[in-house]
């Protein structure tokens, strides 16, 4: 499985950015597509997913609002709309995929089987 993120960069306070997850057709149509996020001295948590075939979506409370995961089937590849950005999203952002098409847990980075190299997001004041 690969997954290939892209769109990563620095913004300062109020900016946005979009990340991409690029995958197979395979991996996207049998697969929970998430967003998680690492920050230095602290675990992965997770930040968006998306079940594809349904468009069933949930988010972490601390992006409510602000960030948005959206999918582009003809492109097999999962977005992350992140908008009004504070120095607190800084992180390196993982793109993941879990198999066994169950939802609960969707937000716990341990539960996932596949990882994307990652991209870095810096927010700056």
């Known amino acids: 499985v690969q997954l290939t993120e892209s769109g990563g960069g620095s913004v300062h306070t109020g900016g946005s950015l979009r990340l991409?997850?690029?995958t197979s057709e395979y991996t996207y149509s049998r697969h929970l597509m998430g967003?998680?996020?690492q920050?230095?001295?602290k675990e992965r948590e997770g930040v968006a997913v998306i079940w594809t075939g349904t468009g069933t979506t949930d988010y972490a409370?601390?992006?409510k609002g602000r960030f948005t995961i959206s999918q582009d089937n003809a492109k097999t590849t999962v977005y992350l709309q992140m908008n009004s950005l504070k120095p607190e999203?800084?992180?390196m952002y993982y793109c993941a995929a879990r198999a066994g098409g169950y939802w609960y847990?969707?937000?716990v980075a341990s539960t996932y089987n596949y990882?994307?190299?990652g991209t870095q997001v810096t927010v700056s004041s």
């Open 35 to 37: 967003w998680f996020r």
């Open 89 to 91: 999203d800084t992180a």
């Open 61 to 63: 409370d601390s992006v």
């Open 39 to 41: 920050a230095p001295g």
């Open 20 to 22: 991409s997850c690029a």
């Open 115 to 117: 990882w994307g190299q």
């Open 105 to 107: 847990d969707s937000l």
